[in-house]
């Protein structure tokens, strides 16, 4: 596990300007790539993910990536390592800030899409984050908490700071010991290390992807079954033949944990285990519409457009003075 880049954040503003961007988030299912690779179409855009789990290569089924959706559209921070490699926010901050530079040198419009809460508000509001090494006494003792007590020391933590804890950092012991890690040094960060990133300015207006709860558990549950008929088993079968652990798949989160416990087991319960994983990404969807929230009580302005209109969303990037293409 590779922890030399991986870092506590201080606080920032989330203060607006003109907008020089576009921002498409929203839960699970909702949508959010449809809507983004519209509007880049339309306004002379290019997409940056900010999906924490599709930065990686052969993870294709359980993220949901869909490349085809983006046609001729270019797209950024998809399929840029490879595991068992771990990825962080803070080495995210870095590759985002190289792609938004590049997108601004060819005139491009920056559209910003995904639902990893964490990574889009820390480059909406410009985070700074310190380095955090592993600290071993600290680990000795957590190893000695069962799961229930982890979390609750992480949540301890985090409601200290005034957040939340990262639906991410809720999937397998490691990553729950690393953030816990994480938020306890943030604790006892001193000043300077709590002020805003140095960062090009980015002021995007920000759009988010609202569908009715009944509506959206019947998206979670049509989008589940066609991932599991597209191969979303074999692909964890795959991934796991060269070589990647059992382990390191689970804490990948939601559908690779679940399909390799399922696996691991001897798959003898289709039934059940589908039905898990549908009731794990419910509660998912549930917690990054929490994360959302979240957002919006520390200043960031969400403009929610029912079911993703793309209609609406055309009309609020004009009214924001962005043109459309030729």
């Not at 339309?42 to 290569?57: C, K, M, N, P, T």
């Not at 380095?131 to 985090?158: G, Y």
């Not at 002021?203 to 589940?224: M, N, W």
């Amino acid at each position: 596990m590779k922890t030399s880049a991986e870092s506590a954040a201080g606080s920032a503003s989330c203060a607006e300007g003109k907008p020089d961007a576009v921002v498409v988030l929203g839960p699970t299912a909702a949508g959010k790539t449809a809507l983004a690779v519209r509007l880049a179409r339309a306004f002379s855009g290019e997409i940056l993910s900010a999906d924490s789990r599709q930065v990686y290569r052969g993870l294709d089924i359980g993220t949901g990536k869909d490349l085809e959706e983006y046609g001729g559209v270019r797209y950024h921070l998809i399929d840029i390592l490879s595991l068992p490699d771990e990825y962080n926010v803070f080495r995210f901050q870095q590759d985002f800030r190289c792609a938004l530079a590049g997108i601004r040198a060819r005139g491009n419009l920056p559209v910003l899409a995904g639902g990893t809460g964490l990574y889009l508000e820390s480059v909406i509001c410009g985070y700074a984050f310190a380095p955090v090494p592993e600290n071993a006494a600290l680990r000795r003792e957590l190893e000695t908490l069962d799961d229930r007590a982890l979390l609750e020391r992480l949540e301890q933590a985090k409601a200290r700071q005034g957040s939340a804890v990262h639906p991410d950092d809720r999937t397998g012991r490691e990553r729950m010991i690393r953030a816990i890690e994480i938020a306890e040094a943030q604790d006892v960060l001193p000043d300077s290390g709590r002020k805003e990133a140095d960062q090009p300015p980015f002021h995007p207006l920000v759009l988010g992807v609202y569908f009715p709860r009944e509506e959206l558990r019947t998206r979670i549950a049509e989008r589940l079954d066609a991932r599991l008929q597209s191969g979303l088993l074999d692909e964890v079968r795959r991934i796991h033949a060269q070589g990647i652990s059992w382990e390191r798949l689970e804490r990948l989160g939601l559908e690779y944990r679940c399909a390799a416990q399922y696996l691991r087991g001897g798959g003898a319960d289709f039934p059940a285990f589908r039905q898990n994983l549908l009731t794990e990404i419910r509660h998912f969807a549930k917690r990054q519409e929490t994360w959302f929230r979240r957002m919006e009580r520390r200043g960031v302005h969400i403009r929610w457009i029912t079911r993703g209109n793309p209609e609406e969303a055309e009309r609020l990037l004009l009214e924001a003075g962005f043109r459309k293409r030729n």
